[in-house]
């Protein structure tokens, strides 16, 4: 099993900048990259960005790619997500997940292990 804990959530004003990170424990061997998503009140979970432990990394779109970086520690246990310029409608509780299988994967239901989530909260 693989465990994931999300942290640096918070509550920022529209413009400003957070860091999110997550760290994997347990059998960290067996995942090949981590993700982030996101779940606003009323929406569904929706893929933000993730990263392979070889490097690959895949953004949901140009908004986030613009403004969002995911990364990785060079222990391959913890991934960061820093997202600059944010705004009130990406106020959410955002996930961290990991997965097994080879290859960039964007689909919610390929992540095997998920964390709690954390919550962040952008006020205008």
Do not use: H
Not at 3 to 19: C, P
Not at 35 to 64: H, L, M, N
Not at 75 to 85: C, D, E, F, P, R
């Amino acid at each position: 099993q693989v465990q994931l804990v999300e942290s640096g959530g918070g509550l920022v004003q529209a413009g400003d900048s957070l860091r999110l990170s997550c760290a994997a424990s347990g059998r960290t061997a067996s995942i090949n990259a981590m993700g982030w998503f996101r779940q606003a009140p009323g929406k569904e979970r929706e893929f933000v960005a993730t990263i392979t432990w070889r490097g690959d990394i895949q953004y949901s779109g140009d908004s986030v790619k613009d403004r969002f970086t995911i990364s990785r520690d060079n222990t391959k246990t913890t991934v960061y997500l820093q997202m600059n310029s944010l705004n009130p409608e990406e106020t959410a509780v955002y996930y961290c997940a990991a997965y097994s299988i080879p290859g960039v994967v964007t689909g919610l239901g390929e992540y095997r292990y998920w964390g709690q989530g954390t919550q962040v909260t952008i006020s205008s």
